[in-house]
């Protein structure tokens, strides 16, 4: 059974660069198949989805994002991050990372709140 983790960044400055990291079991995020992604959903409104990267490692970015995040990847920890400025107030918000979030293999975390204070 597959499970995704995220890590924990809690409080982050508006000066700070965001990572976030997902750590995924049962399952490998090089299986050509998967397709790796990053939501998020600031308060009071609906989940926003940011990107992903698939099985081969190619990444994809929402286009409406006022800041445009990276996606990065380490196969040997079946890890993979989101990098995103934390200068915006759509930062705040609970992340998710999903795999393959509207198929039928559609798996997602708990979720991790990050709020963007000074």
């Known amino acids: 059974q597959v499970q995704l983790q995220e890590s924990d960044p809690g409080l982050v400055k508006p000066s700070q660069t965001l990572s976030l990291t997902c750590t995924v079991s049962?399952?490998?995020?090089?299986?050509?198949?998967?397709?790796w992604n990053w939501i998020r959903q600031p308060p009071g409104k609906g989940l926003e989805w940011m990107g992903g990267?698939?099985?081969?490692?190619?990444?994809y970015y929402s286009p409406s994002l006022k800041s445009r995040p990276s996606i990065s990847r380490d196969t040997s920890k079946n890890q993979f991050t989101l990098h995103l400025s934390s200068g915006t107030p759509e930062a705040t918000a609970v992340y998710y990372c999903?795999?393959?979030?509207?198929?039928?293999?559609?798996?997602w975390g708990q979720g991790t709140q990050v709020t963007v204070s000074s």
């Open positions: 990267s698939t099985g081969s490692g190619s990444t």
């Open positions: 999903a795999r393959d979030p509207l198929g039928p293999l559609a798996s």
């Open positions: 049962g399952d490998s995020i090089t299986t050509i198949s998967r397709y």
